[in-house]
């Protein structure tokens, strides 16, 4: 019996009257196509997504200092909000520096093993995105509905306990799509058309049956997502109740403004996750362009939402920054 590896593909095989009949093969590395073979696209991609990506850096990790700095913003909203931006800045940090990798060196490969554990931090981080935005609009929902008792609901062991379950909800989520995916045994080919290792997109190259994999895909997602959804319907249900009741038109107006940004972000997540996961398992030709878009634009998009919106935090950041000036003119 003779053991071989060629393009990532383990080989095991025979020699029958001096012919080699292989018996036997196991796939231990994948290549990732990316989003084109052409090289001036690939450039393209390439400087879009760095530019994208340095920005997420830049802007996340400024609401996260100036939050942190800035005592008056030491409430339940702004240390959801803060985690919030370490929650992306994470989830664009798991795909996009293989990707840029990728787009300068086409075609280098990338091991089962490492392939998987981007799927379960792909999972891990967007999942606790999920309850993290649900946990947001509860926020709401308190802040709106009890004013008064805002401050004594939602009080800092309260609130870290919250946090702490929207990552062990990411976790057991996490659990339930890497780990089926990582049961099923890949013969070859090892080509997989994404950028980054994807449920799906690795689900098609299995020479076993998928059909335990996709099942809890489904399940699981599907708890995932319409569990949050449902937080999040019944708490702005509430919301839109108590906005209503309110007399004066400038009541109306600051309470709503608190929660446009947190919509708007919400409509962006969960847009996209719907149509990929919630349709039948047959692979579009938009799935790339939607994983860029809740991977990607997502995360760089909401420093803005939030800050362009929130005058709280703008003024906080304009401070810090003369802050910044003022400590280099020393």
């Not at 931090?121 to 008792?149: K, Q, T, W």
Request: net charge positive.
């Amino acid at each position: 019996m003779e053991e071989y590896e060629e393009d990532g593909i383990f080989f095991k095989a025979n020699k029958v009257k001096g012919m080699t009949v292989r018996n036997d093969t196991r796939v231990t590395q994948f290549i990732l196509l990316g989003l084109s073979s052409n090289p001036d696209l690939r450039m393209v991609f390439f400087v879009m997504f760095l530019v994208m990506y340095l920005l997420t850096i830049a802007g996340n990790l400024l609401i996260m200092i100036t939050i942190y700095i800035d005592y008056q913003l030491h409430t339940p909203m702004y240390f959801f909000l803060s985690n919030l931006s370490f929650i992306d800045l994470s989830y664009s940090t798991v795909t996009v520096p293989r990707a840029l990798v990728n787009f300068l060196l086409p075609n280098i490969a990338i091991s089962f093993r490492d392939c998987i554990t981007q799927l379960f931090f792909l999972h891990f981080i967007g999942g606790a995105e999920c309850f993290h935005l649900s946990l947001m609009a509860y926020d709401r929902y308190v802040a709106i509905c009890n004013p008064l008792r805002y401050t004594t609901i939602m009080n800092r062991r309260v609130c870290l306990l919250l946090l702490m379950s929207t990552w062990v909800g990411g976790f057991i989520h996490a659990f339930g799509e890497a780990f089926p995916i990582a049961q099923l045994s890949f013969c070859g080919p090892n080509e997989i058309n994404h950028f980054f290792c994807d449920g799906n997109s690795l689900s098609v190259l299995s020479c076993s049956s998928t059909i335990n994999s996709e099942i809890a895909d489904r399940v699981d997602t599907g708890i995932l997502v319409i569990g949050c959804f449902l937080v999040l319907l019944i708490s702005y249900g509430y919301i839109i109740v108590a906005i209503l009741k309110i007399r004066s038109a400038e009541g109306k107006q600051k309470a709503f403004s608190t929660c446009a940004s947190h919509l708007l972000v919400v409509s962006l997540f969960f847009g996209p996750i719907f149509f990929l996961y919630m349709r039948p398992p047959v692979t579009f030709i938009v799935d790339k362009p939607l994983a860029i878009f809740y991977t990607i634009i997502t995360p760089f998009l909401n420093p803005f939402i939030y800050t362009l919106r929130n005058e709280k935090a703008r003024k906080a950041m304009k401070k810090l920054g003369g802050w910044k000036l003022s400590s280099l003119n020393k």
